[in-house]
């Protein structure tokens, strides 16, 4: 008798913790209802629930459908159903940023991630949550937050860094760019690099003859040569005008000598109607210990305004 009593009892219990799991599943929907009216922005995926002991997240569909699941076939989830879904680069800064909270260094969780989605291409996440619930002991019980996709944001904001990089005309990167990837090289003092600066030959006489449609179709060929015929570690700038640079990472001089060669050659072939073939003037020069920008960028030039001044169409170096 004791031992049916024993099961009801049991079995009542099972039931009653049934029942307020349930009640308070409806709560949380009727919660994100609410705060889906007070945060009504692109790309909210609502609430989310977090119950430290249990592991067990409570969370709006939208979250995990945009991640391509079906909740319906989800279910019930833990923790690691999200984080094992991290790009690897953001994955433990994001568990840092947790631990941070749970510990209460923090006064929230707050972070920006890439997540996996269901067919593979990673969605970028706003997601900021609190400990609304601790124990005596100061132990995290239950956790609350919010997500956003912000997938469309960062794809703008790559779009606008773009183009605040580049230069329309030859999609080599800008002047700025040029100065601020220098500071960061002469900064590595241990890491070598050399420069090539070149210059297209009668520039101005292309363009007082021929017309600037005719000289900017000159400046997006030579662009385009360039940079499918560039190392992949190499990054071409254009200075001003029609002159440009090529910062040659970790090439010793007889390398940026042997690259200038070969692109000088290519340029050449380079077929132009009206103009016939394009042709450059080149300088190249080998970044030494503790020099400064401003003196290499003129040791270079002055090397560049060599060539142009021995007849054009040649490459001058330091011996």
């Given at each position: 008798m004791a031992k049916s009593y024993e099961t009801f009892e049991k079995k009542q219990l099972i039931d009653r913790i049934h029942y307020l799991e349930t009640q308070l599943e409806h709560l949380f929907k009727e919660n994100d209802q609410e705060m889906f009216v007070s945060f009504p922005w692109a790309g909210n995926l609502g609430q989310w629930y977090w119950f430290y002991d249990t592991n067990k997240v409570t969370f709006n569909d939208k979250k995990v459908s945009s991640l391509g699941y079906d909740p319906n076939v989800v279910g019930t989830v833990g923790f690691e159903f999200f984080t094992s879904k991290l790009h690897p680069d953001d994955y433990e800064s994001v568990m840092q940023h947790m631990r941070n909270h749970l510990k209460g260094?923090?006064?929230?969780?707050?972070?920006?991630?890439?997540?996996?989605?269901?067919?593979?291409?990673?969605?970028?996440?706003?997601?900021r949550g609190v400990v609304t619930k601790r124990d005596e002991k100061g132990m995290p019980i239950v956790l609350q937050?919010?997500?956003?996709?912000?997938?469309?944001?960062?794809?703008?904001?790559?779009?606008?860094?773009?183009?605040?990089e580049r230069d329309a005309l030859t999609n080599f990167f800008n002047r700025r760019?040029?100065?601020?990837?220098?500071?960061?090289?002469?900064?590595?003092e241990k890491i070598p690099f050399s420069l090539i600066m070149f210059d297209v030959d009668h520039f101005k006489k292309i363009n007082d003859h021929h017309g600037h449609l005719i000289g900017d179709e000159v400046l997006r060929?030579?662009?385009?040569?360039?940079?499918?015929?560039?190392?992949?570690?190499?990054?071409?700038?254009?200075?001003?005008?029609e002159e440009f640079f090529l910062i040659l990472n970790q090439k010793t001089l007889e390398e940026a000598i042997q690259i200038a060669k070969e692109l000088h050659q290519g340029i050449s072939t380079i077929k132009m109607p009206l103009i016939g073939h394009m042709t450059?003037?080149?300088?190249?020069?080998?970044?030494?210990?503790?020099?400064?920008?401003?003196?290499?960028?003129?040791?270079?030039?002055d090397l560049m305004y060599e060539a142009k001044r021995s007849g054009r169409n040649t490459i001058k170096f330091e011996e």
């Open positions: 260094i923090t006064e929230a969780y707050e972070v920006e991630y890439r997540i996996q989605h269901k067919d593979g291409h990673y969605l970028w996440y706003y997601d937050g919010i997500v956003f996709d912000i997938t469309e944001t960062k794809k703008i904001e790559d779009r606008l860094r773009f183009l605040s760019t040029f100065f601020e990837e220098l500071e960061k090289l002469t900064q590595l060929r030579l662009g385009a040569y360039i940079l499918s015929h560039k190392h992949e570690s190499d990054h071409a700038y254009r200075y001003g005008g450059v003037s080149m300088g190249v020069a080998h970044h030494q210990q503790n020099e400064s920008i401003d003196d290499l960028v003129k040791r270079v030039d």
